[in-house]
Nanobody, 124 residues
Framework: QVQLVESGGGLVQAGGSLRLSCAAS????????MGWFRQAPGKEREFVAV????????YYTDSVKGRFIISRDNAKNTVYLQMNSLKPEDTAVYYC?????????????????WGQGTQVTVSS
């Protein structure tokens, strides 16, 4: 079992930055690939970014490439999402997720554990 707790969300103006954190507890953090998803009102949960468990390889959805950076610190059992040049369309609840597989894809069902989410609101 893995417990995930997100933090760092809030209200920011367009063009601003936020850094989300996800603290993990339970099983060995380094054994999981870690991803970020988001869900806007009335929309399905969508993939944002993932970082691999061993090679630290990263992958991003096209809409955030060049603006968001995912990273992890295994010593702190924490994964981060640095969000720059934020746009109103980035407004959503952001969720942290953990996957047992080394390099999961972009689908919700590929992830085994989820946090409760943190709200990010970008004003225009």
């Amino acid at each position: 079992q893995v417990q995930l707790v997100e933090s760092g969300g809030g209200l920011v103006q367009a063009g601003g930055s936020l850094r989300l954190s996800c603290a993990a507890s339970g099983r060995i953090f380094s054994g999981y690939a870690m991803g970020w998803f988001r869900q806007a009102p009335g929309k399905e949960r969508e993939f944002v970014a993932v970082v691999g468990r061993s090679d630290f390889g990263t992958y991003y959805t096209d809409s955030v490439k060049g603006r968001f950076i995912i990273s992890r610190d295994n010593a702190k059992n924490t994964v981060y999402l640095q969000m720059n040049s934020l746009k109103p369309e980035d407004t959503a609840v952001y969720y942290c997720a953990a996957a047992r597989t080394a390099n999961p894809g972009i689908r919700v069902w590929e992830y085994d554990y989820w946090g409760q989410g943190t709200q990010v609101t970008v004003s225009s």
